[in-house]
T-cell receptor
């Protein structure tokens, strides 16, 4: 299975601190995506990084991809209580448009 | 533009009952997906439809059937519900115009199913 493995499973920080979540995988990918899920809600796409990209920014989000180590990280800077959610990495298979999701990191930002 | 919609939002079934979860998208997307999410876990793909008229099994297809009714609608049916199918079900869609398209999936709000 290409399922991404996320680390840590849970992360608790204070408002204003940075949060870093990691995703590792085992095979080649077309791209890697990060999604957020607020409690009881559906998933919302955050950012997509292609296999030929190394870093990407979107607002307070920074994503890196190291294809040699088969790993990605999501950094949320200057976190806010509203960032409290589960964050999932998803791998797009090279053979098509299917996505394989990791088990997620539960982020809690304390005010 | 409502995106991806799912009905019902919540359902309670008894073991052995059947039901159909409905999903529709108004984005003219080619590919549609059904996932289940269990507590503390990521999403697992049940079935998907790469294009109208085709369906394929995902990771956990047993106990489910699907129908791609038309380009907009993709339904998931539980013929004989079991407690192990208690979960949250998400439908998603993607344009999928190109095989290697760098695209994101759009998700519905989910259906919470409890099987007693």
């Amino acid at each position: 299975s290409q399922q991404g493995e996320e680390d840590p499973q849970a992360l608790s920080i204070q408002e204003g601190e940075n949060a870093t979540m990691n995703c590792s995988y085992k095979t080649s990918i077309n791209n890697l995506q990060w999604y957020r899920q607020n409690s009881g809600r559906g998933l919302v796409h955050l950012i997509l990084i292609r296999s030929n990209e190394r870093e990407k920014h979107s607002g307070r989000l920074r994503v890196t991809l190291d294809t040699s180590k088969k790993s990605s990280s999501l950094l949320i800077t200057a976190s806010r209580a509203a960032d409290t959610a589960s964050y999932f990495c998803a791998l797009q298979e090279t053979s098509g448009s299917r996505l394989t999701f990791g088990e997620g990191t539960q982020l809690t930002v304390n005010p | 533009n409502a995106g991806v919609t799912q009905t019902p939002k919540f359902q309670v079934l008894k073991t052995g009952q059947s039901m159909t979860l409905q999903c529709a998208q108004d984005m003219n997307h080619n590919s549609m997906y059904w996932y289940r999410q269990d507590p503390g876990m990521g999403l697992r793909l049940i079935y998907y439809s790469a294009s109208e008229g085709t369906t394929d099994k995902g990771e956990v297809p047993n106990g489910y059937n699907v129908s791609r009714l038309n380009k907009r609608e993709f339904s998931l049916r539980l013929e004989s519900a079991a407690p192990s199918q208690t979960s949250v079900y998400f439908c998603a869609s993607i344009s999928g115009r190109l095989v290697r398209a760098q695209e994101t999936q759009y998700f519905g709000p989910g259906t919470r199913l409890l099987v007693l």
